[in-house]
């Protein structure tokens, strides 16, 4: 293996996408069709944001060989983040129908397809992800948001995060999304139950300011001024950074 090889995985693997592309660009100086070097270099610049590079990266490596699913999945992700809803979305149903994904890659394939916005699609792909791997926290708190945005029952959407939240107790996203569901029907005091009994540690790993700002609103309405105050410090923590 080249050492421009192994710094440009090693660099990917630790999450520093810019050094990653940088040495899958000097990989590539040395070998042109090195069909890894393009796919790593797809990736790379797909995670830096910079997707006109990422989608000829990932063409140019389909040309040496086929991709993997995962690298067409992110290539029809990536179509769909420029506009090209459509192509995006027929490259992202002919994986779900074809029956070889994963359930984390059809996880993976709602994202893109609630992208394009086709919230109704990604149900789907939740649906399938939740046969090849029933009891799922992960795929019921995801669909349940599918459920929402293509306008099906709210309690459709209720029984599912209920059942996430019974299933990972702890996860604190799961409290969340309940929470903020059943406070926007009128049930506050439901809402502030599902969150009454997280700790610090817990309420301190939510990085989203919108999130925290709306729990300490909830937690202001409904008197629980400590948890409150905690959410909204918590908040201004974040923003400052």
Wanted: glycine share 8%.
């Amino acid at each position: 293996m080249s050492d421009e090889r192994l710094l440009a995985e090693l660099e990917f693997e630790s999450g520093n996408y810019l050094l990653a592309a940088q040495f899958a660009g000097y990989w590539l100086a040395k070998d042109p069709d090195a069909f890894a070097a393009w796919e790593l270099m797809g990736h790379a610049s797909l995670k830096l944001g910079r997707f006109e590079e990422g989608i000829d990266a990932l063409e140019q490596a389909a040309l040496l060989k086929p991709l993997a699913d995962v690298s067409r999945i992110e290539l029809a992700i990536a179509y769909g983040v420029l506009g090209c809803s459509k192509l995006s979305c027929d490259l992202l149903m002919l994986l779900v129908v074809s029956g070889n994904c994963s359930p984390s890659d059809l996880l993976r394939i709602a994202v893109g397809l609630d992208v394009v916005g086709q919230p109704r699609l990604a149900v789907e792909a939740c649906r399938n992800a939740g046969r090849k791997q029933p009891g799922s926290a992960e795929i019921q708190h995801q669909m349940a948001a599918y459920l929402l945005k293509s306008g099906q029952p709210v309690n459709l959407a209720e029984t599912l995060l209920h059942s996430a939240v019974k299933l990972e107790p702890a996860n604190i996203e799961y409290r969340i999304s309940l929470a903020s569901l059943l406070s926007g029907i009128g049930r506050r005091n439901e809402a502030i139950e599902c969150l009454r009994h997280s700790d610090s540690a817990q309420l301190a790993s939510v990085r989203c300011i919108c999130c925290l700002t709306r729990l300490a609103n909830l937690f202001f309405g409904g008197g629980e001024i400590e948890l409150a105050k905690h959410c909204a410090a918590q908040a201004a923590l974040l923003q400052d950074a």
